[in-house]
């Protein structure tokens, strides 16, 4: 049985930097399709406090599901997060925050991608660098660390929605032409994110063929494998 999802791997709510509640940004999710949508707010470190920005997230993955029960809706909302790594943004998807926290408490330089990336690897996590190779700023992976870390990262993006709202068109174009180019030599998974803060920047997206139905009742472990086995990523991008 194959079907064709839409999944959006990035977003952020109020609960971190985004301007909008996780039912707004639900409800946006459902209205534009998304199967598969990721609250992905921010893991700061080393700027913040780490704990606490964990237990935000765990939080409001938790009214999400709820939220998701009390409303009957086929969408489902994958455990994420956005971490700043040593230096670099990274979206972990799938991730027991549980297991997560005491990962980080306890492993020296558990921020590290070289630790990072072999433990959310072990533990059945997507790792997907997040904006990589942006001229400069941005925590965004240049190619010699995408190169690096290739065998262990589930993907990057080759769309970006905060990117796409920022940079004029020309050079959103050349980017994501480059990454595309890069991401495709690396043989990485080619992921689109909305990387929304607001609700009307939810819609971009990656559609994908998986092998297999996805409801209310698929075990999570299987919604990941199907998204790690999937085929034909499509970028879906809304009309400016
Ligand atoms: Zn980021
Ligand atoms: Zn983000």
Redesign the pocket.
Known sequence: MKERIRIDT???TEASDGKHSLQSMIEKAIKEKFTVFSI?N?LWYPNGNWETDLERIQEEFCHAERFIKEHATEIRVVPGA?ITTSKW?L?LLGTDFDQLSRYLSHKENSFDLKNILPWAHDNGVLSIA??PLAIRGFHSMSLKKLEEHAELLTGAEIHNG?FHRRMPHKLYELWHYEAKKQIGKLDLIPFT?S?A?RMKDIGMGTEVTVSGLIDENTPLIDILSFIRKGKNFIPIIPKK
Do not use: C, N
């Open positions: 990035h977003a952020h992905t921010h956005e943004h979206v997040a904006h905060e994110g990387d803060h």
